[in-house]
């Protein structure tokens, strides 16, 4: 929409108000003044800051590369992007924000509500939880105060604080609509605070504050199938987003531990199946081999109802609860099997540690999925051996040409009838395994590689 369209628009308010009006509310309205968050809002303008973030990687034509006109092209326009972040530091300068502004080859400028423009660094960022934090050098910062986020309640006022379209210090307000929305896709560790208040591009990584003016979430992703917001915002709780920086600023990143399960929400009927008296958890439906859970005895089955005493409803909360511990930290769970409450006691394992774990036992299909597979095949006949189900790219599979769906009949000209004779003879010194593998488009051989 135009300027010129807008101050219209304008106009066109103004000719409909009631004369009295037209000097603004009165302070008040029989000695009672009227409701106002500004008092509120004032002290914590100050916390909320805007980032200009550009691309400084922008890649450069090729030598030989040439337009219509035979000359070189020129260097493309730099990438260019707007957020918000809070101040959480004001002795050392760290704002927080959303990883999803802050790329390696970006620059920064954060500029604050006084006009003051600085220079910002990197710190670091974890992408799974989409939270940063940059650094600037800086005198007279006011840092905003942080509440505890597990004691917000659905219908709690909150206010919105952001540059949303690059303007500055916008403020919106509405409710707390729901809690510990998940499962959404949007990160990989979700746990959101959903608000009706209005967030639009350029809020990410603004403040999402209570009527005390503290800060109970940050604001990073909306729902909006029409472009525009429909009042559907969501925001990172504050104590997910502080436990996080923290990390950050400690060690540079997140070193998420490893506990090595796969897990789904308890539903009621899952519970009745398997005879559990547990209304709400997270039932474990696999346990990875050589991980922690499996060394600490956790089975096919086990309802999770606790991590580290804090109880659990949703397989989402277990995942949030330890992904927020570094590896090497204890974990006890509490966990029902066949209806009997037990503790489980482990220690999350590094990631790097686990996958070399991992490939030193199976050194050439570490990191495939993999079931046996027993069937009458259109023009084969009756054929046994072992089907890949899913791999990473990363692996020796992936990169010596197999793919999902094919159907492993030998190794080493060995035949291979089960996952237990796959795993039987892929372990050895060997450098190279030769595979026998049938697909749809015909059958042939694959050397694997460490």
């Not at 979700?190 to 603004?206: C, H, L, R, V």
């Amino acid at each position: 929409m135009k300027l010129s369209q807008l101050l219209c628009l304008s106009c066109l308010a103004l000719s409909v108000v009631p004369i009295g009006l037209q000097a603004g509310l009165p302070p008040s309205i029989n000695n009672q003044a009227l409701p106002s968050l500004s008092k509120i809002v004032q002290p914590i303008m100050a916390t909320v800051v805007n980032i200009e973030a550009k691309n400084t990687a922008a890649p450069t034509p090729k030598p030989d590369a040439q337009n219509e006109n035979g000359d070189a092209p020129k260097r493309q326009e730099k990438g260019y992007s707007i957020g918000s972040g809070v101040i959480i530091d004001a002795q050392k300068g760290y704002v927080i924000t959303n990883a999803h502004l802050a790329n390696k080859n970006n620059s920064f400028t954060v500029t604050l509500s006084d006009g003051r423009r600085f220079k910002a660094h990197l710190v670091g960022k974890d992408a799974p939880s989409d939270i940063a934090v940059l650094q600037i050098k800086a005198s007279n910062l006011t840092p905003i105060v942080l509440a505890n986020s597990d004691k917000l309640e659905v219908g709690d006022f909150v206010i919105a604080i952001g540059n949303p379209y690059g303007l500055d210090q916008t403020v919106t307000s509405g409710i707390i609509s729901a809690l510990r929305r998940s499962d959404l896709g949007i990160e990989n560790y979700e746990d959101f605070i959903q608000t009706d208040a209005s967030i639009n591009p350029g809020n990410s990584g603004g403040a999402l504050v209570n009527l005390k003016g503290e800060l109970v979430g940050i604001n990073t992703a909306i729902l909006a199938p029409s472009g525009g917001n429909v009042g559907i915002g969501f925001a990172i709780p504050s104590n997910m987003a502080k436990s996080v920086a923290d990390q950050i600023i400690q060690y540079g990143k997140v070193d998420r531990g490893v506990v090595g399960v796969m897990m789904q929400t308890l539903t009621p009927e899952l519970a009745t199946a398997f005879h559990d008296n547990a209304s709400k958890g997270a039932i474990i439906t696999m346990v990875n081999p050589l991980s922690p859970a499996d060394t600490a005895g956790l089975k096919l089955g086990d309802v999770i109802t606790a991590v580290n005493g804090q109880k659990v409803e949703s397989a989402s909360q277990v995942k949030n609860s330890i992904g927020l511990m570094r590896s090497g930290s204890n974990v006890n769970l509490s966990i029902l099997r066949n209806g009997k409450s037990m503790t489980i006691k482990l220690v999350s394992a590094n990631s790097t540690v686990y996958q070399n774990k991992i490939a030193t036992q199976n050194p050439f299909f570490f990191g495939t999925m993999l079931q046996n597979y027993d069937t009458i095949v259109p023009n084969y006949g009756h054929v046994k051996g072992v089907q890949i189900l899913d791999l990473e790219e990363s692996t020796p599979a992936w990169q010596a040409g197999l793919r999902p769906g094919d159907v492993i009949l030998s190794l080493a000209n060995n035949t291979v009838q089960t996952t237990d004779q796959l795993t039987k003879y892929s372990q050895g010194n060997a450098k190279t395994l030769l595979v026998s593998v049938l697909r749809e488009s015909g059958a042939g051989f694959f050397l694997l590689k460490r």
